[in-house]
């Protein structure tokens, strides 16, 4: 990667969603794909048509992701492979899995506050973010209460030691709707 794309990266957190925005073809995906050769990351994207033109003609892309759409089986806790998916992907995964890849990266997350687009879907996907979010911020709370409380020993301690495990989301889009204002 590069020195802005780590500086980009270094100013994203895992306790709250980051919003990249940009203009149509400025790289916002292929970020994440190179991010995807040292990193576990999530692409989801809302139609197979975007995923076969973005992803599938790109060789360089296809060999860091295992992409999943239609009837495609997907269990991500089976393998560490980076991920691909539409919206509906997504929307069926557990949020206890959430935490299993680096980077949730959601392209063209625009679609996810329009009405027109399949609202139960994206209402799930926003609902499921969300809740991943607060049981995050719960999970850290507990954590910094029983570590100043020492309550735990050892090896619970070292799994609780404040630093809960959580991946970077990202909505990414070249014209946001309502992702400034919902998060």
């Known amino acids: 990667l590069t020195d802005i794309s780590n500086k980009l990266f270094n100013c994203f957190t895992f306790d709250k969603v980051n919003i990249l925005y940009s203009p149509p073809g400025t790289g916002k995906t292929t970020l994440f794909s190179k991010l995807a050769e040292t990193k576990r990351v999530c692409v989801v994207m809302p139609y197979t048509s975007i995923i076969e033109n973005k992803i599938e003609t790109k060789e360089e892309i296809t060999k860091h992701f295992k992409v999943v759409y239609g009837d495609t089986k997907i269990d991500v806790r089976e393998s560490t ?34 009405s027109s687009y399949r609202e139960e879907m994206c209402s799930n996907v926003i609902g499921n973010i969300r809740s991943y979010l607060d049981e995050v911020e719960t999970k850290k709370k507990m954590s910094s209460t029983l570590e100043h409380n020492y309550l735990l020993s050892s090896p ?27 998060f």
């Open 156 to 182: 619970l301690d070292e799994m609780l030691d404040g630093s809960v495990k959580s991946p970077n989301i990202t909505l990414m889009s070249g014209t946001p709707i309502g992702e400034l204002s919902f």
């Open 81 to 114: 492979n980076s991920y691909v998916m539409t919206f509906d992907k997504f929307s069926q995964i557990e949020i206890c899995d959430y935490d299993t890849f680096d980077e949730i990266v959601i392209d063209e997350s625009h679609l996810l506050f329009t």
